[in-house]
Structure formats: structure tokens, C-alpha cells
């Protein structure tokens, strides 16, 4: 299995980004697909979650702002982030889970003030 993240940046204060993952030797669809974020110092912590059923779970921290969507189509989840603040900050990694947990690599997200 391998996840494939993209679409970080550095990106002002109010402003927007996408996220994308995409999978490949495994069908999205069928995992839990979850977006992380690790700021300096920091644990590593949930954003947001969509289960097989579509239904999506938000940090508290991010609702209201952030939207993540699943298309199947491209095998890909992605991770709309609007109204961003510099304490959204951090690396940003996709994991899968069914029976196993997978990683991507990470991308940067950077917010200025």
C-alpha cells in the first residue's frame, strides 16, 4: 500500500489549501481514510475522518473550516482547508486503515500571519 500526499504550501492567514492523497494496492472505499497533522513539537493528531459509509469526523479544532471527500473514481481522499490559521501549521499525512495502518509520506503546510 502506498499513499501519496500532495498540495501543501505556504499560504497566508485566511487563506485556502487542498490536500490530496492517493492510493494505490488498496481501494479507498474500503478503508477508514484519515488525515493527520504533526506540528513542531508536537503528538501527532487526528483532523479528520471518513468512514467506508462516507460519514465524516472532525477534530474540533478544524470544524467549519476543513472538508475531507473521498473519489473513489481516482482511488484519492482529499482534504479541502479553508479560513486557515497559523496554528494550522504543521505536516500533514493520510493514513489508511482497514486491517492494517498506512502512512504517506507528509506534506507541508505552512500559514502565515
Known amino acids: 500500500v502506498q499513499l501519496q500526499a500532495s498540495g501543501g504550501g505556504l499560504v497566508q492567514a485566511g487563506g485556502s489549501l487542498r490536500l490530496s492523497c492517493v492510493a494505490s494496492g488498496t481501494i479507498v472505499s474500503v478503508n477508514i481514510m484519515g488525515w493527520y497533522r504533526q506540528a513542531p513539537g508536537k503528538q501527532r493528531e487526528l483532523v479528520a475522518s471518513?468512514?467506508?459509509?462516507?460519514?465524516?469526523n472532525y477534530a474540533d479544532s478544524v470544524k467549519g473550516r476543513f472538508t475531507i471527500s473521498r473519489d473513489n473514481a481516482k482511488n484519492a481522499v482529499y482534504l479541502q482547508m479553508n479560513s486557515l490559521k497559523p496554528e494550522d501549521t504543521a505536516v500533514y499525512y493520510c493514513k489508511s486503515r482497514r486491517y492494517l495502518d498506512y502512512w504517506g509520506q507528509g506534506t507541508l503546510v505552512t500559514v502565515s500571519s
Open positions: 471518513i468512514h467506508m459509509n462516507g460519514e465524516a
